[in-house]
DNA sequence: CTGATAATGATAATCATTTTCAATAATAAT
DNA sequence: ATTATTATTGAAAATGATTATCATTATCAG
């Protein structure tokens, strides 16, 4: 369903309307592989959008992040960044390079992971009664750049 | 080793001097099995070492950090939280409560969680050519009281 | 004991993110 | 289509955590 109201019915149930901010920021997270901060997607957006506010980016990214179109991340670099979450995108975890910041996505070791956190879930339920309701993964280290340098 | 300079050894190597708030700031964290903020070690500190500077605090948690004789954890709360990484402490992750912001220590499945992380480090090297130097896996749900509100 | 200089702490600055609020625009009802 | 309702926007100011500046102080080698 190509045109303007590609996402709209996944807003339905939520209380708001469909605008061209929200429509220009779910476009540029679901074309790029990238994850992207508040501050890139503002830059990116001002040149097919003047007049945006970046206020209005970060109101946006917690709307869409509610309804669990975008995911939100922190990965110790003073900024968080969201990605699209989309069916296409498989689940994931990431390599953040602490060095030049880069991030890779990974996707392997998939079934193994999946077995591990289910059964921690499912015992960490039990014995300290808490309620799992998502999991994060991710390596830090050093990129194939800059290990050379 | 009981006495003001505990912890002195440690620092042999890096560039700096033992001093009283580094003691002070090392020996909280050292006592408390709790994740503290800047601002929490602040306020514990003040009381017994009244004229302390919250800069000092930011300055020593970052030495700290880099001597590996604490961790630094973002649980997506605004803040940055403490822990101290002695040998009395197993290695363990985090459950956190994204209703009141309890944090919950774990350290059930090292060995499955260890085996799997061990084994991606190694895999993840060979098909990314990244070089994992720390990974990070975190829970996040509701803890028992919240899941009754 | 003393000098070199690392460390401190008050203050100001940064930087990401939120809040405020008047103006605007999307949608429902007419 | 037109209008009324009210969610949304964007500019500007506020917030809150963390960092930089810099004159003063304190550690520790000699």
């Given amino acids: 369903m190509p045109g303007p109201h590609r996402w709209r019915k996944r807003f339905e149930g939520h209380i708001c309307r469909w605008t061209m901010p929200r429509e220009a920021i779910l476009d540029l997270l679901s074309r790029t592989t990238k994850h992207l901060s508040a501050k890139e997607i ?77 059964k921690s879930a499912k015992q960490l339920a039990e014995k300290y009664k808490f309620l ?9 280290g050093l990129c194939q750049q800059c290990q050379k340098d």
Same sequence: chains 1, 2.
Wanted: aromatic share 12%; glycine share 6%.
């Fill in 42 to 118: 503002y830059a990116n957006l001002l040149q097919i959008y003047p007049g945006i506010g970046l206020t209005t980016i970060y109101r946006t990214l917690d709307l869409l992040e509610k309804t669990g179109m975008i995911k939100k991340f922190n990965f110790r670099q003073g900024e968080n960044r969201y990605e699209f979450a989309g069916e296409q995108r498989p689940h994931h975890h990431h390599l953040i390079c602490t060095s030049c910041g880069k991030i890779i996505d990974y996707s392997d070791f998939a079934e193994e992971e999946l077995e591990l956190v289910e």
């Fill in 132 to 140: 799992v309701q998502d999991h994060n993964i991710e390596f830090y």
